[in-house]
């Protein structure tokens, strides 16, 4: 779920890590790692995810004592696999769900802005850094393992990837009013209007290729778009309280995992949300 993401809305901080011929070659592998366990089935699915959240756990707790907290990076990556293996299981209700993801967003963004060093204090902050990205990415477990999953969450993907990626280029080109300064100063407004209007297309598009209603597929494109920058914006503020440039180093030319993944955790939470409630609402 790491692929394409360039950098919503156009901000200069990442196009400057690498050559974009670093970035480009990084998602040419990265892309096909995973899609083709999206396409085998909801079990190959479901180790990819578990495979990211751990990842991403360890990484931001990484991050958390290189910024001065005690962390333990292993109740991090317990934290981070409980949630998507639950839901591959059918034991994560969506009312859970609608619970814990915001919680572990507040508390990440909390603990992060505390005193540093207490052993208690530690165990927080490391259950905090896995449930950021666990219970964000179950959702997504959820949507891949519905009989039309496979469409929902490809089409989720490329929304995703179509919004960073149009908004790093329009921002880039065009982009002068910032969006949110205080939070990422690279960001642009222009750059957000040019990724949601590319998630709508990708939306669109879906609608030509899977049979479902095309006012249904646009706005799961409008919602994954939004979501996209919602998701881009608090990793960005994550990172501000922690001092840091990017989550990582994992990821040539675009830092760390964390940083691939922050548009794909809200957007594959919102759009199961989305396709959820949407069932039966729109005809084809």
């Not at 300064?181 to 669109?204: F, H, Q, R």
Request: glycine share 12%; aromatic share 6%.
């Amino acid at each position: 779920m790491a692929a394409a993401n360039v950098g919503l809305a156009g901000s200069p901080r990442r196009a400057s890590t690498a050559p974009n011929a670093t970035r480009f070659a990084s998602a040419a592998v990265l892309i096909p790692l995973v899609i083709i366990p999206t396409l085998l089935g909801a079990e190959w699915f479901v180790g990819l995810v578990v495979g990211v959240a751990a990842a991403a756990a360890w990484e931001l707790a990484a991050l958390q004592v290189r910024a001065g907290h005690r962390a333990f990076p292993i109740v991090a990556v317990l934290a981070a696999v409980a949630p998507p293996l639950a839901a591959a299981v059918d034991t994560l209700p969506v009312e859970w769900l609608l619970v814990a993801a915001p919680l572990a967003i507040g508390l990440t963004l909390l603990t992060n802005g505390l005193g540093r060093g207490g052993a208690l204090s530690g165990w927080v902050v490391s259950l905090c850094a896995g449930l950021y990205p666990g219970a964000l990415l179950a959702p997504a477990v959820a949507l891949r393992d519905r009989p039309d999953g496979l469409g929902w969450m490809l089409l989720v993907m490329i929304a995703t990837w179509a919004c960073d990626t149009t908004a790093f280029f329009v921002g880039r080109r065009w982009g002068h009013r910032k969006l949110a300064p205080a939070l990422s100063p690279g960001k642009t407004i222009e750059g957000v209007v040019g990724g949601v209007v590319a998630g709508l297309v990708a939306g669109a598009i879906a609608s030509i290729l899977i049979p479902e209603s095309p006012a249904r597929t646009i706005g799961l494109g409008l919602v994954v778009a939004v979501a996209a920058i919602l998701g881009d914006l608090a990793e960005s503020a994550i990172k501000r309280q922690l001092g840091a440039k990017d989550s990582g180093w994992l990821v040539p030319g675009h830092g760390g995992l964390l940083d691939r993944i922050d548009s794909l955790l809200f957007s594959g939470f919102l759009g199961y949300l989305y396709v959820a409630l949407t069932d039966g609402v729109f005809q084809t």
